[in-house]
């Protein structure tokens, strides 16, 4: 909008646009997910969570959209969606860590969590 105003549309094209917003969109979604996964609602936390479950992305050479499909519980890849969805704070490095730094959790409650 800004660059339609200064009349330099070319900077952005809509294409180029387009795929910015289709591209934060899925962020947005993907970092709702992760949240859930991690029993939260706060952004922060969201974020956390991604951040960690990035790193089993990166473990399982996952592409974005395999990893997006996997957070939905929607893959092809039955494993993909399981470790996924099983990745939960007290089973999951990836999301305990999130957890741990958020300083939300506190010792009990963790305690109950890993110790059934």
Same mark, same amino acid.
């Given at each position: 909008?800004?660059?339609?105003?200064? &009349?330099?549309?070319?900077?952005?094209?809509? !294409?180029?646009?387009?795929?910015?917003?289709?591209?934060? *969109?899925?962020?947005?979604?993907?970092?709702?997910?992760? &949240?859930?996964?991690?029993?939260?609602?706060?952004?922060?936390?969201?974020? $956390?969570?991604? /951040? &960690?479950?990035?790193?089993?992305?990166? *473990?399982?050479? %996952? *592409? =974005?959209? /395999?990893? *997006? /499909? @996997?957070?939905? &519980?929607?893959?092809?890849?039955?494993?993909?969606? !399981?470790?996924?969805?099983?990745?939960?704070?007290?089973?999951?490095?990836? =999301?305990?860590?999130? @957890?741990?730094?958020? $300083? $939300?959790?506190? %010792?009990?409650? =963790?305690?109950? /969590?890993?110790?059934?």
């Amino acid at each position: 909008m800004l660059a339609r105003q200064w &009349g330099m549309e070319y900077v952005f094209p809509s !294409t180029v646009l387009k795929e910015e917003l289709q591209a934060i *969109s899925r962020l947005r979604e993907d970092h709702w997910l992760a &949240g859930l996964l991690a029993g939260t609602a706060d952004p922060r936390l969201a974020r $956390r969570a991604y /951040q &960690g479950l990035t790193r089993l992305r990166y *473990s399982q050479r %996952w *592409s =974005l959209e /395999q990893f *997006s /499909q @996997a957070l939905q &519980g929607c893959s092809e890849d039955d494993f993909a969606n !399981t470790v996924v969805i099983d990745a939960r704070p007290h089973r999951s490095p990836f =999301l305990l860590e999130a @957890a741990l730094e958020s $300083r $939300r959790l506190t %010792w009990p409650w =963790l305690h109950a /969590q890993t110790n059934g």
